[in-house]
């Protein structure tokens, strides 16, 4: 077991105040020590990484004491890449990391109370990748929870430690736990720097760690790195010397890293340099690279996360740029393409291009870092989320042509299938920011093992291994007890949350009405001259005296059309369409009647108030479960929803004062009055909200 | 009629927005012009007075039209001072100020619509009389309305402009309309500099103004004055030059303006210079103060307010001081009493000096500025406070010795009668900073014209005449809608209101829990080493983890003796204590059972929610009113409520965060949870609350 346990107990100051309290720093994450039996470990086979199996088995073990497990490498033809065959007595895999893999499950099911019965388990996806928007200074772009784990601002001479080797191995093994296997360590908004020498040599430090537990390293490539770096004229693609200049630097990085996953490329997007620059395609540009990393078994992840400001609907255009490249694009090759087609909204439907791309790989980009969803303040569980994007039936092959089976080989012949989660992780002790930010790597990790799995089940998994009884300040409650008032509400509480944030923040379907920069508060107001109007909340909620909402119908921007019928008929009225999506689609008058019976403005209006209701709900959950909590994690969640009821007010009188102003219509009189004025809204930079940063962050 | 009246509309914005909307700036106050029929006035006597009452009367009658209205100067036994009799058909009185008033009466029940029935009135205090706590420098101290309408800042030139005595004008006009006719006009915390001529020449320049209205104009004085101006080695008062100076200088006033009302002194009290400086008395001091302004009718009024840093219970302080000297004062001196023992609190007990003092006049000091209770953000309707105050039975001469009888006359042979309101007034374009706050001016000057006046009528009587069916946007709705919709629940609010703040800021008797320094925001935790105890909230509240209050009974600081049977016994027994006052007198166990079968704790933590509710619920209320009301005023106050609403909830948080770390019990459940931390709100500096501070006042 790695030294990752940290239990600080304060107890010099809570004895004083009469009472007995436990603390936990949050730092284990899902791997917390407890106390275990002795195990016999049988493995006709020795390796550092059935070494490490046999490790956790001994350290974690909840079987009967003494018990045999057996690991066992052998060919199977019903167990797939790293999946995983187990029963009580042991684990069966065709490869090592299987082995590691199917150990972490039996742990797992031995510590959240599951029966340990034969079963097989094969991975959704073979690449199972985060994402880290780390810059070389440091920084996290979209980062809630510190510094970066990798890098730290050193100008052109990065170093490592042996701190940051015992740090990368505890992230390692929190990754391996869940399955992640592979892990992009720099921003996609690409630093040509990263790919010099001295930066090389760091990130083969990086992999030399991660291989210890089977995972891969790629890096983010800025694609006018032949111009930057290489001193090159420019970095068309098609030009011999570019694609020369990246076959050096790919066999330099290959050198270093044998293993090397590939490379992710942020094209023509939002001012990032691609292929388009020299009159190229996304095409033409991915090609070029796939082919430099085809020799070594690598990938390019090539995002399709592009929109110009000249278009009239950014939801509709990354369908429009990349379905025509369909069958264009090398085996290695992979479209990255994020869960709806904005930008990770607390709700979206999901991208028209699932599905659409048939002759492409495809994987889904999903976000764990709360950019959009009340950073590491608010407590927000993703899973629900991403369960609805990979349920989501794009009726592109026959009713049941899921995202999930569109992006998983299940449906089209993908080459490979890969699926990526832009991280929350950071230099704080508890990684996340957020103790409960952090279910939401466990519940990305879990879903890229296994895209069909429910979001109770995940939740119930995290909690379990996450808190427990012994928690508890004193004698530690009976399992029953601590099932009834800790378990069941928080489960709860969780599975509310992510809808909790969207009735606050933008329901029926409004996305994007955030303050634009910081994309945390509300700024539905905010479009100030000379900014690209696709930037500004107005172009996406468009509202007016007749009413609220983007029309994407054929009487407005028709990108409904990219969407498969029977689906397209059913969103295209606004009848039929999902009530949680009205707004993205249609643009209808404030007193348009919704299922309730109630005017939109209404409607409207008990939403933002259900959200409120429901974060203020949350407070009173958590506030119940505090003799079941350790001290430490109780008070920071119990501040970090306080603050998120504060948010959840200001969201509501902010989106509903602004809106009133066209919808010329009363508040109905049964919802709680404003309590903030709009102009003292419209004035607040979201920045000084600041005033509410209450809790020092505890760097590790 | 006087230039009072400003209807400012701003139909040009409010018409692009489709509606026709009324605006009205405030600075009418209660004197709103509305259209009058002719009346014929009729007058044996011509005077300046006398023509301001027929002018009133012409231009606003709401009599029949062409009606006879005969002012009538006549002896009358059952008229005291400047008491007069009414009917429909005229106005007799012993004075010309008691024909004004008079007028103002008989318009005051037409325009309430109640009937003019031959009725005598007479005042309950000769000397009705507003204290501003105005500097020379302009700022006014507990002033939340702008700067001083009487100084502003001009080293030693003062100036008077048209200006200047047009505002004074309205002001004098405002205060006869309720029968105030005295004003002191610097603060009690007094600069020698107002006695130099410069100064007493602007003095002059006021009073010349206020006599048209007749209101006399009265000064703070400080008592080192014959040191600091007059090159005296000191002020004692019993040194012959001492005296003699203060004969000079009154002199030289009366010279000025031989209607002077009199000196207010602030003496030996939160280190202003005093008689106790030269080991002379309180009586000493004022008695000197008296011969002098003896020959010209002036008065004293000396101020109760003392307390010392070494005394264990400041609440009894006063009376301590003060009871001893009962009989040594000369009979143009009055002792100037405030309502409660400590200070202008959202609620105190009765100061037990009304009535003790038996031999000696003593006058209520009473708060118009909301100092403890808000400032001009909270709407606190104050009349049910001082309402509570004067019908306090003292039990001094038997049941029935209410503070009002102890204080005008009724019990106690006083030689003269008189009653203080420290203003609310600045160069706000509304006077007061909060529309409502107008209403607590209002009620001061009609409860110190009659001591038993309602406190709902006395709403009833301010909301009509400031309120109106015609304010309503488009067509003015039927009196009796007017009344079902708007009048009957903003009463409600009213009579409500003071009590919500007692809930939200500091109920069942706790007191002075303030930040220390603006009295505005939660203060309870502060008590920094070397700061006076009785400058803490500690030192008010007690809290410790045994339970809370100031022990005031015989087993504490025994202040409580200080209050006559029964109310003694009654009071001092925790079971028949009013609740309200619980522990105000007492300290109890955090499980004390309350009458409502909760425990204290419970009882606190529900009172603080009461309060919250009972502010949103004015929100609501006033929230529905937007149809009948001006949209100046409307958008005024509901902005205000809105920070009240804000405030209220850190008061609850601030309170129950900080006490809950004594009580160690949980909140109950059913009560929303706090939103904010307790170390937040510790280190937020209640000034900060300024980025609160949305609404740029507007100056006259």
């Known amino acids: 077991m790695m030294p990752g346990i940290k239990i600080a107990c304060t107890y010099c100051l809570f004895l004083l105040l009469g009472f007995a309290v436990k603390a936990d720093d949050g730092h284990a994450l899902w791997l917390r020590k407890r106390p275990a039996n002795p195990v016999n470990v049988v493995s006709a086979k020795q390796s550092p990484i059935l070494e490490i199996a046999r490790k956790e088995l001994q350290d974690g073990w909840l079987g009967s004491a003494g018990a045999t497990f057996v690991l066992t490498i052998k060919k199977d033809r019903s167990i797939r890449g790293d999946g995983y065959r187990f029963d009580g007595s042991g684990v069966q895999a065709n490869t090592e990391l299987g082995i590691l893999y199917g150990v972490y499950e039996v742990l797992r099911r031995q510590q959240t109370g599951l029966p340990v019965m034969p079963t097989v388990s094969n991975p959704s996806y073979d690449r199972r990748i985060l994402n880290h928007w780390d810059n070389l200074n440091g920084s996290v772009e979209r980062g809630y929870a510190g510094l970066s784990i990798f890098w730290r601002d050193e100008k052109d001479a990065p170093a490592v430690t042996e701190k940051d080797r015992?740090?990368?191995?505890?992230?390692?093994?929190?990754?391996?736990?869940?399955?992640?296997?592979?892990?992009?360590?720099?921003?996609?908004?690409?630093?040509?720097?990263?790919?010099?020498?001295?930066?090389?040599?760091?990130?083969?430090?990086?992999?030399?760690?991660?291989?210890?537990?089977?995972?891969?390293?790629?890096?983010?490539?800025?694609?006018?790195?032949?111009?930057?770096?290489?001193?090159?004229?420019?970095?068309?693609?098609?030009?011999?010397?570019?694609?020369?200049?990246?076959?050096?630097?790919t066999k330099e990085i290959y050198a270093l890293i044998p293993d090397f996953g590939g490379f992710l490329v942020k094209a023509n997007s939002e001012g990032q340099p691609g292929p388009q620059d020299f009159g190229r395609t996304h095409a033409d540009g991915a090609n070029m690279l796939a082919d430099v990393l085809k020799p070594y078994g690598g990938i390019v992840m090539w995002r399709a996360f592009v929109y110009a400001p000249n278009d009239n609907d950014r939801a509709g255009q990354a369908y429009t740029e990349f379905v025509p490249l369909d069958g264009q694009f090398r085996d290695n090759v992979i479209i990255q393409v994020k869960n709806g087609p904005i930008d990770f909204q607390p709700r979206e439907p999901f991208s028209a291009l699932f599905g659409a791309m048939k002759k492409t790989s495809v994987m889904p980009e999903l976000q764990i870092t709360q950019e959009y969803l009340g950073h590491s303040n608010h407590l927000a569980f993703l899973a629900p989320m991403w369960e609805e994007c990979l349920q989501s039936d794009t009726y592109?092959?026959?009713?049941?042509?899921?995202?999930?089976?569109?992006?998983?080989?299940?449906?089209?012949?993908?080459?490979?299938?890969?699926?990526?989660?832009?991280?929350?992780?950071?230099?704080?002790?508890?990684?996340?920011?957020?103790?409960?930010?952090?279910?939401?790597?466990?519940?990305?990790?879990?879903?890229?093992?296994?895209?069909?799995?429910?979001?109770?089940?995940?939740?119930?998994?995290?909690?379990?291994?996450?808190?427990g009884p012994e928690d508890a300040a004193g004698p530690a409650p009976a399992k029953e007890e601590w099932q009834q008032q800790f378990f069941l509400p928080v489960k709860q509480m969780m599975l509310e949350s992510r809808e909790a944030v969207v009735n606050y923040m933008m329901p029926l379907g409004l996305h994007h009405i955030f303050s634009v920069f910081e994309h945390y508060g509300p700024g539905p107001w905010y479009g100030p001259k000379g900014v690209r109007p696709d930037w500004t909340p107005p172009y996406y909620h468009q509202a007016d005296t007749n009413g609220i909402g983007f029309n994407r119908t054929a009487t407005g921007s028709n990108t409904l059309s990219q969407y498969k019928e029977p689906l397209h008929t059913q969103l295209a009225n606004p009848a039929t369409c999902p009530e949680e999506l009205l707004l993205w689609f249609h643009h209808l008058p404030w007193d348009y009647r919704v299922k309730s019976g109630r005017s939109l403005w209404d409607e409207l209006c008990y939403s933002y108030q259900k959200g409120l209701l429901q974060v203020r709900g949350f407070q009173q959950t958590w506030d119940?479960?505090?003799?079941?909590?350790?001290?430490?994690?109780?008070?920071?969640?119990?501040?970090?929803?306080?603050?998120?009821?504060?948010?959840?007010?200001?969201?509501?009188?902010?989106?509903l004062l602004y809106f009133q102003q066209f919808s010329r219509r009363p508040i109905p009189f049964d919802i709680e009055r404003p309590v903030y004025d709009l102009d003292y809204l419209m004035k607040l930079n979201p920045l000084t909200l600041q005033v509410f940063e209450r809790n020092a962050r505890q760097h590790h």
Chains 1, 2 share one sequence.
């Open 624 to 655: 119940k479960v505090e003799p079941y909590a350790d001290a430490a994690r109780f008070r920071k969640v119990q501040s970090k929803l306080r603050r998120q009821c504060l948010d959840a007010q200001i969201w509501k009188d902010a989106c």
């Open 166 to 249: 015992s740090l990368w191995l505890e992230y390692a093994r929190a990754n391996a736990s869940l399955g992640v296997n592979g892990t992009v360590i720099n921003n996609v908004n690409a630093s040509p720097r990263v790919l010099t020498r001295p930066y090389l040599e760091k990130v083969k430090a990086v992999a030399d760690i991660m291989r210890r537990y089977g995972i891969r390293t790629y890096l983010s490539v800025n694609f006018s790195s032949p111009a930057q770096l290489g001193g090159l004229k420019n970095s068309d693609p098609l030009v011999p010397e570019v694609a020369q200049w990246w076959k050096d630097k």
């Open 396 to 467: 592109q092959q026959g009713a049941g042509s899921t995202v999930a089976r569109c992006s998983d080989g299940s449906i089209y012949p993908q080459r490979y299938t890969a699926i990526a989660g832009v991280a929350n992780t950071g230099l704080d002790t508890n990684w996340c920011g957020h103790t409960f930010a952090q279910a939401n790597w466990y519940a990305f990790g879990r879903l890229a093992w296994n895209n069909q799995l429910g979001s109770e089940k995940i939740a119930e998994e995290w909690l379990q291994l996450t808190f």
